[in-house]
Nanobody, 123 residues
Framework: QVQLVESGGGLVQAGGSLRLSCAAS????????MGWFRQAPGKEREFVSA????????YYADSVKGRFTISRNNAKNTVYLQMNSLKPEDTAVYYC????????????????WGQGTQVTVSS
């Protein structure tokens, strides 16, 4: 079992930045691909970004390309989402997720989830 705990959410003005962190349990962290999803009220859960086990491959939703950066530090069992140039439409609860080995973009393909952290971007 993998436990994930997100942190770093909050309130920020449009154009500002936030850095989300997701701390994972277990010595097998490096065997898992990690992803970030977000969900706004009344909307479906949306894929944001994913990173493979080594950090050598990443993938981003078109809506965040050029603004968000996913990274991981396996020595610290932590994955990050650096969010720059934030827009009001980025407002959502952001979830960290993990799946064994290969990256994926569909929420149903992930095995473990964090509790979520609220990101609110004011205009």
């Amino acid at each position: 079992q993998v436990q994930l705990v997100e942190s770093g959410g909050g309130l920020v003005q449009a154009g500002g930045s936030l850095r989300l962190s997701c701390a994972a349990s277990g010595r097998t962290f490096s065997s898992y691909a990690m992803g970030w999803f977000r969900q706004a009220p009344g909307k479906e859960r949306e894929f944001v970004s994913a990173i493979n086990w080594s950090g050598g491959s990443t993938y981003y939703a078109d809506s965040v390309k050029g603004r968000f950066t996913i990274s991981r530090n396996n020595a610290k069992n932590t994955v990050y989402l650096q969010m720059n140039s934030l827009k009001p439409e980025d407002t959502a609860v952001y979830y960290c997720a993990a799946r064994y080995q290969a990256m994926a973009r569909r929420y149903e393909e992930y095995d473990y989830w964090g509790q979520g952290t609220q990101v609110t971007v004011s205009s």
